[in-house]
Structure formats: C-alpha cells, structure tokens
C-alpha cells in the first residue's frame, strides 16, 4: 500500500491569502499531520465558518464546508454524529470562534464531541479592514480604532480550560514543525480538541517579531493532566508558552455515549415514544 505525502491532501484551489499569512503555515501544517497519520482522503471533512481562515477547506483536497459565520462547531458536530468514522476538523479564525461562534465552544466541551476545532487567532478581523477582534490587546491602534481599542481581550486558553475542554494546546504559525505534531496529537485525541494558533496577519496586525520574542515551549516539568496548573501557566503572557497545555484522555466522547443509547434503547419505535409522550 503506497504512502499519501502531505502535498496530495492538496486541491487544485490555490490559497489567497495574502503574501506572508500566518495561515500558509497551519495549512502546511495540518496537511503533514494527516500525512503522518495515513489519513484517506475521503475519510476527512473540514467545517469552517466566515472569514480569511474559513476559506480553508477549499485548499485541502478532502470533504469540506464552507458556512455561515460562526457556526463551524455545529457543522462539525453534525459531521461528526452523521459518520462517526469520519476524521472531522473544524477550523476559523479569532472572531469567528470567539465572538459569534463563541457560545457553541462550552457546548462542544460538555458534549466532548470527538473533532478538532483550529483557531487561527490573529488578533484583528481581516475582512473587515483590521477592526479589533476579541482578542486584540487593549489600547491597539488601527484603521477601524484610531484611539485604540478599548475592550480587555479574551484569554482563549483559559476559557477553553474553564469549559473543562479535554485537549488544549497553542501553537505559532512561526514555528511550523512543532505546530504540526500538536495536530497530530489533536487529531489522535479521542475527544474534543481547541488549539489556538497565532497566526500574524501581515496587512493589519504583524506580529511575528512580537510572537518570536514572546512565545517559549512549555516547561519541560509541565503534567498535561493537571488542568489548574495548565490554567496557571495560560495565564501567564510573558512568556506566552506554546504547547499542550492539558488533555483529558479518560472522557467518553459524545458519539460513543449517544451509541450506547441507541444500542440500550432498540425498542423505542416512534408510536413507543408517542406513547410515553401522552402519558
């Protein structure tokens, strides 16, 4: 049987982006980590949401949707539960995740549905001209807030921590290889996966030099099981560390428990339901 290398899981859809976007490298990411997993082709789909990371699943030569904003997750839920087999990825940028999409995450944690969600956090809304995101630093200058942006900036990691989401990790676009085998541990993660990725945008925010001096691995000592040091650690912003910051392996996922239903429940037809409902 022949190997799949990573430039196959290409389509014939070239990227768009512009010249220096930090997503380039999550895509050469991911496309080596279905790579080094072996992954058919036709056994993935990506869900994305709106945005200048959402365009993502039409460069990737597999299943994919492109949505509506802010509702990746769902459509990931809804793969996932449909073909369960299916290696499902969603993946979305800062706004998209955590502003309009950011109610379904608390969701997607307590269900421990079994996709691996990408954010590629690049502080700003691309699209819309570098307006402040909800993850843009305090007092950050741009076209759409000449006077600085006065709202405080989430912390993706700790909310995701908070949420008792079962995998969590960052990565940096500027370091490629190591944000590649986060992804592979993401993808072979049985449950639901957040990583947040800076992702510099090069028009509006750039914040390579930023990321490079700020950003370190995780300490070497760091348990991935201990989550209230994994949320001390993500609260930490100099350094920003980089890596897996918790996992939660022992958690059913959502598909096997709705199956194990189904498999205790064979006798509940439709007039059985009915049944019960008037009653």
């Not at 954010?119 to 993850?135: A, E, H, L, R």
């Not at 944000?179 to 541990?185: A, K, P, R, T, Y």
Request: hydrophobic share 35%; with cysteine.
């Amino acid at each position: 049987m022949s190997t799949v290398n990573a430039n196959e899981y290409k389509s014939q859809v070239k990227p768009i982006w512009c010249p220096g976007c930090g997503d380039y490298a999550v895509l050469t990411a991911l496309l080596r980590a279905f790579a080094t997993l072996q992954l058919p082709k036709e056994d993935i789909a990506i869900a994305s949401g709106i945005g200048c990371s959402s365009r993502f699943p039409a460069f990737v030569d597999t299943y994919g949707i492109h949505g509506v904003h802010g509702r990746a997750l769902p459509l990931a839920t809804g793969i996932k539960l449909g073909r369960p087999e299916t290696t499902v990825v969603a993946v979305g940028g800062d706004g998209d995740g955590f502003s309009i999409g950011g109610g379904h995450i608390p969701h997607a944690a307590r269900r421990n549905i079994n996709i691996t969600y990408i954010v590629m956090d690049n502080n700003v809304y691309g699209m819309t001209k570098g307006q402040p995101s909800p993850t843009t630093p305090l007092g950050t200058v741009g076209k759409a807030s000449p006077y600085g942006s006065q709202e405080q900036p989430l912390n993706p990691l700790l909310m995701a921590l908070s949420y008792n989401v079962s995998f969590v990790a960052r990565c940096f676009s500027g370091r490629p290889r190591e944000m590649s085998q986060v992804f592979v541990q993401a993808l072979r993660h049985p449950g639901f996966a957040l990583i947040q990725v800076l992702s510099p945008c090069v028009t509006f925010f750039n914040t390579y030099d930023h990321y490079r001096r700020l950003t370190r691995p995780l300490p070497a000592s760091h348990d991935p099981g201990d989550r209230l040091k994994a949320m001390a650690l993500a609260m930490e912003t100099e350094p920003l560390y980089l890596g897996l910051f918790y996992q939660d392996v022992d958690r059913p996922t959502y598909e096997a428990r709705l199956h194990e239903v189904r498999d205790q429940a064979p006798h509940l037809t439709l007039d059985a339901i009915f049944e019960q409902l008037r009653c």
